[in-house]
Nanobody
């Protein structure tokens, strides 16, 4: 069974940084797409950054390009989201997701229908 556990969220001032971690188990990590999504209060979810573990292809939402970086540690089956220059608009619950379809790295907007999801970790950026 696929399990995803996010960690690293918290409260940070605007301009600060956080690194989110998604620890995974129960599947062949290298065969999957892994994504970071977020949902702010009263708004629909959006794809933040996603990666295909088959070839390293990545996607970044326009609002986070140049500020966020997705990376993987294949030995640990873990995906990270380094978030720099945080803005209050980044405040949301952040979720990681996994799917065996490698094309799902392209997670624009609401994103493709990832099959497995973590419980989320809250990020609050104060002004």
């Amino acid at each position: 069974e696929v399990h995803l556990v996010e960690s690293g969220g918290g409260l940070v001032q605007a301009g600060g940084s956080l690194r989110l971690s998604c620890t995974t188990s129960g599947f062949t990590f290298d065969d999957y797409a892994i994504g970071w999504f977020r949902q702010a209060p009263g708004k629909e979810r959006e794809g933040v950054s996603c990666i295909s573990n088959t070839d390293g292809s990545t996607y970044y939402g326009n609002s986070v390009k140049g500020r966020f970086t997705i990376s993987t540690d294949n030995a640990k089956n873990t995906v990270y989201l380094q978030m720099n220059s945080l803005k209050p608009e980044d405040t949301a619950i952040y979720y990681c997701a996994a799917d065996r379809n490698p094309t799902y790295y392209y997670c624009s907007g609401y994103g493709p229908p990832y099959t497995s999801w973590g419980q989320g970790t809250q990020v609050i950026v104060s002004s």
